[in-house]
C-alpha cells in the first residue's frame, strides 16, 4: 500500500496562540483541539499528542491499543489541570492504520468535535459524530445542521480527554481503497468551510498538501475566528485494488520517498505552532518516520 499526506496547522486571524497540536506518525495521524485557556488548551492538546506518539511505527495497533493511550492521555491532562482554575482538557480526533486484520483498515477515533470525513468516489462523508450540544439539539431534531454552526452554544463539547472524565471515544473502521482520501480536522475549519466547499476541495485532484494549504487557506479567507489544523491523507495503492489514485501527488509535497528518506527518526508532530505545514509518503505501514523538530515541517508565513 502506498500512502501520502498533508498537516497544516494555523494560529487563525482572531487568536493570539495555537492550542492545536497534530500528529502525522504512522500508522497514526490525529488532530486534538485543547480548551482551558492558552495556559492549558495547548498543553492538554500536546498531552495526547505525546502519548499517541508512542504508537508510532508500530504494526499492531488497533482499537484497544488506542483506547488504553487515550486513558494515558485523559491522566496526564488531569495532573496538568490540577491547579488551573478552569481545568484543561482537549477534543482528539485521529485514524490508525490497522493492518492486522484480514483487511487493511483505518480505525478512526473521535471525542470532541474535532472531524475525520472520507472522500470516496467523488462523494464526501462525515465519518465521526460531534460530541456536542449542537449535535444533540440536532440529532434531537430541534435545530437545524445548517443552524448549528452558528448557534451560540456551537462551542460546548458534551465530551473531552480532561476534567477528571474517563475517556469515551467513539470508534469506527474505514476500509482502505485506492483512490480514498480522509481528511482530519479541528472545528475552526468546518465553522468557517460548510461541506460543499470542503467537497470541493478534496475533488480538485491536487496533491495532499496542496489541498491541505488550500482548505486552511480558505478558512483564514473566511474569517478564520479560530485556530486551523488539516490533515489530509491519500490512500494511492491498497491491496487487491488494480485502480490507481488521481490526485496529482507529484506536484508539490510527496516526492515517492521511502519514509526513512523523508523524515529523520525523531517524533513528527508540531504543537502550539502558529502556521506550519508538513507532508510525506510512504509505501510501507510498519516504517517509522518521526520528528519533532522535523526539517520537513516548514514554515508557511511565520516562524514555525
Known amino acids: 500500500m502506498t500512502l501520502a499526506w498533508a498537516a497544516v496547522s494555523d494560529v487563525g486571524r482572531r487568536r493570539q496562540a495555537n492550542e492545536d497540536s497534530v500528529i502525522v506518525q504512522p500508522p497514526v495521524f490525529a488532530v486534538a483541539d485543547g480548551m482551558g485557556g492558552h495556559a492549558a488548551g495547548d498543553l492538554a492538546s500536546a498531552a495526547v499528542v505525546d502519548r499517541l506518539l508512542a504508537l508510532a511505527g508500530r504494526d499492531d495497533v488497533d482499537q484497544g491499543v488506542v483506547g488504553d493511550v487515550l486513558v494515558l492521555a485523559a491522566h496526564d491532562i488531569d495532573d496538568l489541570g ?36 472520507s472522500f470516496v468516489g467523488n462523494e464526501l462523508a462525515q ?70 466547499r470542503l467537497r470541493l476541495h478534496l475533488a480538485a485532484r491536487l496533491s495532499a498538501a496542496e489541498t491541505a494549504s488550500a482548505l486552511v487557506d480558505a478558512a483564514l479567507a473566511a474569517g478564520g475566528r479560530d485556530n486551523i489544523t488539516v490533515i489530509v491523507i491519500d490512500v494511492l495503492e491498497a491491496p487487491g485494488h488494480t485502480e490507481r489514485s488521481v490526485y496529482n501527488e507529484d506536484s508539490t509535497g510527496s516526492r515517492g520517498r ?32 518521526t520528528s519533532r523538530t522535523c526539517p520537513a515541517v516548514r514554515s508557511r508565513s511565520r516562524s514555525c
Open 258 to 289: 521511502s519514509w526513512h528518506d523523508v523524515f529523520p527518526r525523531n517524533p513528527l508532530c508540531f504543537r502550539g505552532s502558529r502556521t506550519c505545514t508538513c507532508w510525506g509518503r510512504a509505501a510501507s505501514p510498519t516504517s517509522s518516520c
Open 82 to 117: 490540577e491547579h488551573l482554575p478552569l481545568g484543561a482538557g482537549t477534543t482528539v480526533t485521529g485514524a490508525v492504520l490497522d493492518v492486522a486484520g484480514a483487511e487493511p483498515a483505518f480505525v478512526i477515533f473521535n471525542v470532541g468535535d474535532s472531524r475525520v470525513y
Open 127 to 196: 465519518v465521526t459524530h460531534d460530541h456536542s450540544v449542537v449535535q444533540e439539539l440536532v440529532d434531537q431534531g430541534l435545530l437545524s445542521a445548517a443552524d448549528a454552526e452558528t448557534h451560540p452554544e456551537s462551542n460546548v463539547v458534551t465530551r473531552a480527554l480532561g476534567f477528571h472524565e474517563a475517556p469515551r471515544p467513539d470508534y469506527w473502521s474505514v476500509p482502505l481503497r485506492a483512490g480514498m482520501r480522509l481528511l482530519l480536522c479541528s472545528d475552526g475549519l468546518t465553522k468557517e468551510l460548510p461541506a460543499p
